[in-house]
């Protein structure tokens, strides 16, 4: 399905070292493209001589830049996707726009017994995927995209009783 709604989604996750996890993520960035959606990576628009010239702390740049966005992705597996989630997660407003997949063998670990509650209680949608099976046979990135589908629906309906509102 091509919407008509363009979304701005910010996907977060292992960097290029990241093997088959970062693969899928360029993947997943790939399609939300060719869905019509603009998609990013964080550190592809927050350089490090962005950082050094702004002089912001990298957590408050993500920060701010992700709240910019209308939606959110991560691929909680790399400490630097870990801690975005910790810090995003706790916050009402972008916990209700994000979406954390996570590999299902960490549902005992600390982030999914502490911050993924919070992150839940806010309505934020976690998606705990089978590792490696779901990466490797598109199953998360399906279901990523079949939520972003959701997500551009709802701005749909949002928009159009808008209209004639006083």
Known sequence: MRTTIRLR???LGPGRTGGDIYVKRCQIRD???QLGHEAHFC???????????SGLNLGVAEYVQALTYDYIICLMASPGSVGEVHDFARNKKMAAKMMICVDGKHKGG????????????????????????DITHCHLASRVVEHIEKIAERKQWELATQVGSP
């Open 9 to 11: 989604i910010l996907i």
């Open 31 to 33: 399609i939300m493209t």
């Open 43 to 53: 550190e592809e628009l927050l350089t490090p001589d962005l950082l050094q010239r």
């Open 110 to 133: 600390y982030s999914a017994q502490s911050v993924i509650r919070i992150f839940e209680s806010y309505n934020g949608k976690i998606d705990w995927f089978d590792y490696p099976a």
